[in-house]
């Protein structure tokens, strides 16, 4: 019989606390309820076994609903076994399912007279069976799942207080396979009041991560995560195969993989949408759409690639976001040079590239006949360097042409958008006339030493004739000796010849075009006695002379050397105004190229000098930018120089202040007359000058880096050995080049060598023929007169003897200042004590790091006698050995400049051994090959045997034959 108390009529009249309506059914999202006793309209229907233990109850809750709930007390009788049996309960494909039950039980302690029989726990059981509809089940076939004990119990005194403990407990049951189960709950002697009964599984909820759909996915039957694949959106792809794990607790974990929006859709939160018109997206790994590039357009939306406007194009291998372009508009400013049969032409690129980098040129060549007929391509035979199509420098050389013939080159201009256009190609044409033959009449008066020439110019000149050139040399010496003669008369008077001596003369002419060819070879003989007057028919000789157009001045000299193996040079002869004579001399004292030096002050007009030798340029194609530095005339500027038909290049604007004297003027132009005659790349290239209006300027070419002492103090020890060495070989080789023109520098130090931004060392300052007033570097001497004592031979301080050798000296300090990186000669010693010390035989240190050979270079360069001194063809042949062989530079020196280097340690027993320890290693390999391996030989070796081994430098000579001696004389020592 239950106890009064306990009804479930009284129970919710006394507790409606109990009353939890259906807002306790809200539950998480993942949480899919299978069972929900509160939610039942009806009766549960649920098995109660006996019929007198758990009872059913039902009460109203505050929505009028009927709430259903089971409850069992009996607690005054012993062995109790109550059980109570859900409906069959389909598990929906989950594996593990959740119970959770919410109770209220009495505590066994308030209930008077009660045996002790009461309990206060309950036990929960399930069966799972693919049968719904079984009536009975033996407790033996059931799973026990736990043994449900309150945490909170009442007491009578709740009961009173009307304070209901409810207690909520769930439980799992994993690993579940059939239909469905059974619930049973057992009562064992509790009073209890089973308010609620909820089934449910787990799940995660579907889901859509990295545009990919996740389903719904029911948890595992264990532990362990569920791999789910999914499935990307509409409108996208897969780039990587999208994937998640469902947890055990129904949580998705970190998404692996992801989908992207198809072209011309971007992404917008979980789904893609389509661009809007007017933007674009190319590529589905692109992330948002973007806007249309230039001259391009997009008028309805999803485009995956914009429109090009009218006469605009996009290649094949352009990306979709790159702008659309058109084809270049044609070169501009076509120039060339023409030498007979060959051609240099070169253009300006053009002004509108069409908005692509990629501008190359074709260049077309046609013949035309003249006589009506039409051009034709001029084929095969035509060759062009580089090449002839697809160029990418505006610059092609053309040869192979044929003499007197007519040409038509076109240079058009390409892009990558010009395959793609159906109209005409930029493009522009020069013509021109190879070889145009000019009839010259070549008249003689001969005398002992002297022949006249007279000529008519030619009848249709491809342009204004700007001078003839005669070249002559006597008959069967042409590679020995021979003359260039230049006049812009057409009649010539050549002195100086050997009486009854056969001549050979060669003319051509020169016109805007440039050089013609020489014409055949006219041999003419000078007699013993004066000829008569010119025109004497019985004395004159008519030749005609072909002479046509050609190429400058300077591919002349270089063809010369190159092709027919001459060397030429020029020298300045005594004739009229209007002409200029060339001596070509071959031999050993003028070297291949060489052209003989002409001091300014010879000229008796000192302006003619700068006619003659520097460029004059319009003011108005220089742009001054800024200010650079200072010299001793006035400032010097950087800036651009653009001449008409030529590009625009950097220079810098040495400018002559105001206020100054003609003398002032003459001497600053002197430097301007003598830098003119230079060409070489390790020389300062003079550009031209501006005379004709003010500021007076000398324009040179600009060097980014500025003065080699200051660019080598702030990069101090950056370089390698081999860097500088390279430095210093562009410095011996424009020393060099000059020494073989006959012109002395007389100060040459790092302050007076440039350095662009190549690292290129040009050799600058030709100045030093005026007084260097200004120089602080300057010491007056006994003969007056300023000169840079720390870099200045002792002959040139004593006696201003300036020679190449002198130069030669200077040029051993400049070493000392590159190895050195710009340390000042000499430190703080003064000018007198420099002298003094010379004198007495001191010479500088090796600096730090620098290698023994390179400091043996420095000593040789100080020699005290200029004739021991190297040449600076010699230096620079020792530099390039250095260079192809670097393991000579490993050993650094390390002695004392004091210490007596020449004499050996007389322990060695083999020729290497010795050459180490006199510090002359460099030459074990000349040594072997001349057959000189054991020191017995070595003792009878001569100084022209050295020569013939190649050791040319006086310094090693004389320490190689020093050591030698001491070896004779300590022969009986040496261990062979």
């Not at 532990?223 to 794990?245: Q, T």
């Not at 976001?321 to 508009?329: E, L």
């Not at 020890?717 to 410095?731: E, M, P, S």
């Not at 040029?811 to 004590?833: A, C, F, L, T």
Request: hydrophobic share 35%.
């Amino acid at each position: 019989m239950a106890l009064v108390w306990i009804y479930p009529s009284l129970l919710f009249f006394l507790f409606p606390s109990l009353k939890p309506g259906r807002a306790l059914r809200n539950y998480p999202e993942n949480e899919v309820t299978l069972l929900d006793s509160m939610s039942a309209l009806g009766d549960l229907g649920w098995e109660a076994y006996p019929p007198e233990g758990w009872e059913e109850i039902s009460v109203m809750d505050e929505r009028n609903t009927p709430m259903r709930s089971y409850q069992v007390c009996n607690v005054m009788e012993a062995n109790q076994n109550n059980w109570l049996r859900t409906r069959h309960i389909a598990r929906d494909g989950a594996q593990r399912v959740y119970v959770e039950i919410k109770f209220t039980l009495r505590d066994c302690n308030s209930l008077p007279g009660v045996p002790g029989t009461c309990k206060e726990t309950f036990n929960m059981y399930y069966y799972e069976s693919n049968n719904p509809s079984l009536w009975f089940i033996k407790e033996s076939q059931y799973v026990k799942i736990d043994t449900i004990a309150a945490d909170e119990s009442f007491t009578q005194t709740d009961v009173g207080d009307r304070v209901m403990k409810l207690n909520t407990e769930v439980r799992d049951i994993g690993n579940l396979s059939k239909k469905g189960f059974y619930l049973a709950f057992q009562d064992v002697g509790a009073c209890i009041a089973l308010v609620s009964v909820r089934v449910f599984y787990k799940r995660c909820p579907a889901a859509v991560l990295n545009l990919a759909r996740f389903p719904d996915t029911v948890t595992g039957g264990d532990s362990a995560l569920v791999e789910v694949h999914g499935a990307c959106v509409d409108d996208s792809e897969e780039v990587e195969a999208p994937r998640m794990y469902c947890s055990a607790d129904g949580g998705w974990l970190v998404p692996i993989g992801r989908c992207a929006c198809k072209p011309g859709f971007e992404e917008s939160k979980d789904h893609c949408q389509p661009c809007s018109p007017g933007t674009y997206k190319a590529a589905a790994a692109d992330e948002y759409c973007s806007k249309c590039p230039p001259h391009s357009h997009a008028h309805q939306g999803r485009a995956s690639q914009c429109t090009c406007e009218s006469s605009f194009y996009r290649a094949h291998t352009d990306p979709p976001g790159m702008a659309c372009t058109r084809p270049p508009s044609a070169p501009e400013n076509p120039m060339y040079t023409l030498n007979d049969t060959s051609m240099a032409l070169e253009w300006d690129p053009p002004r509108d590239n069409g908005g692509r980098a990629d501008v190359t040129y074709n260049v077309r060549c046609r013949k035309c006949p003249g006589d009506g007929r039409k051009c034709s391509a001029c084929g095969s035979g035509v060759h062009f360097l580089p090449r002839q199509l697809g160029l990418t420098t505006s610059r092609v050389l053309v040869s192979d042409l044929l003499s007197n013939t007519n040409y038509s080159f076109s240079v058009e201009a390409v892009n990558g958008a010009s395959e793609l256009s159906a109209g005409p190609r930029g493009q522009v044409t020069v013509n021109i006339t190879t070889g145009q033959t000019v009839s010259v009449v070549l008249k003689e008066r001969r005398s002992k030493d002297s022949i006249t020439l007279a000529w008519q110019g030619p009848e249709r000149p491809n342009g204004a004739i700007v001078e003839y050139e005669v070249i002559y040399y006597e008959k069967n010496q042409r590679d020995q000796n021979y003359t260039v003669l230049k006049t812009k008369a057409n009649v010539m008077t050549v002195e100086g010849l050997k009486p009854g001596t056969t001549y050979v003369f060669r003319v051509r002419a020169r016109t805007d075009g440039g050089y013609g060819s020489y014409g055949g070879e006219i041999e003419l003989e000078t007699s013993h006695e004066d000829m008569l007057a010119i025109g004497d028919p019985n004395q004159s000789t008519i030749l005609v002379v072909s002479v046509a157009g050609g190429v400058v001045l300077l591919i002349f000299l270089v063809a010369c050397f190159v092709v027919s193996g001459r060397h030429c040079g020029y020298i300045k002869a005594k004739q009229d105004p209007d002409e200029e004579k060339t001596q070509v001399q071959r031999g050993r004292v003028k070297l291949p190229g060489s052209r003989t030096y002409i001091h300014p002050h010879t000229y008796e007009d000192p302006n003619q000098a700068v006619r003659d030798f520097a460029k004059e340029i319009d003011a108005s194609c220089i742009r001054i930018e800024r200010v650079i530095g200072a010299g001793e005339f006035g400032e010097v500027c950087s800036g651009r120089l653009k001449l008409p038909s030529k590009r625009e290049i950097y220079v810098a604007i040495k400018s002559l202040k105001a206020g100054y004297t003609e003398k002032q003027r003459r001497d600053f132009l002197s430097e301007a007359s003598i830098m003119g005659q230079f060409d070489h790349p390790n020389i300062i290239r003079l550009e031209g000058v501006v005379t004709k209006c003010k500021p007076v300027m000398i324009i040179t070419e600009y060097m980014e880096n500025g003065s080699l002492d200051t660019f080598l103090k702030k990069n101090d020890g950056r370089f390698t050995v081999i860097q500088l060495v390279g430095i210093l070989r562009g410095i011996a080789s424009g020393m060099k080049y000059l020494s073989d023109m006959g012109y002395v520098h007389r100060d040459l130090a790092a302050r007076n060598i440039l350095v662009n931004s190549n690292l290129v060392c040009k050799v600058s300052d030709f100045g030093l023929s005026r007084v260097l007033e200004d120089d602080p570097e300057a010491a007056y001497t006994t003969r007056g007169g300023k000169i840079p004592i720390r870099w200045t031979a002792p002959e040139a301080i004593a006696y201003r003897k300036f020679t190449s050798a002198s130069d030669v000296w200077s040029y051993g300090i400049v070493m000392w200042e590159v190895m050195s990186y710009g340390e000042r000669p000499y430190w703080e010693m003064s000018n007198q004590d420099v002298i003094k010390a010379i004198d007495e035989g001191y010479r500088l240190p090796a600096p730090m790091d620098c290698p023994v050979v390179l400091h043996q270079l420095m000593l040789d360069c100080w020699e005290k006698g200029r004739g021991e001194r190297p040449k600076f063809g010699q230096i620079v042949n020792t530099l390039d050995k250095l260079i192809r062989n670097p393991n000579s530079l490993k050993e650094l020196a390390n002695t004392s400049i004091w210490e007596d280097v020449s004499t050996p340690d007389f322990s060695v027993g083999t020729v290497d051994e010795w050459l180490d320890a006199i510090k002359m290693g460099q030459y074990k390999e000349n040594f072997a090959s001349a057959g000189y391996v054991t020191l017995d030989a070595v003792l009878y070796i001569s100084l022209s045997e050295l020569s013939k081994m190649g050791v040319t430098l006086v310094g090693h000579q004389k320490k190689i034959l020093s050591s030698v001696q001491s070896l004779q004389a300590q022969g009986s020592q040496v261990q062979v």
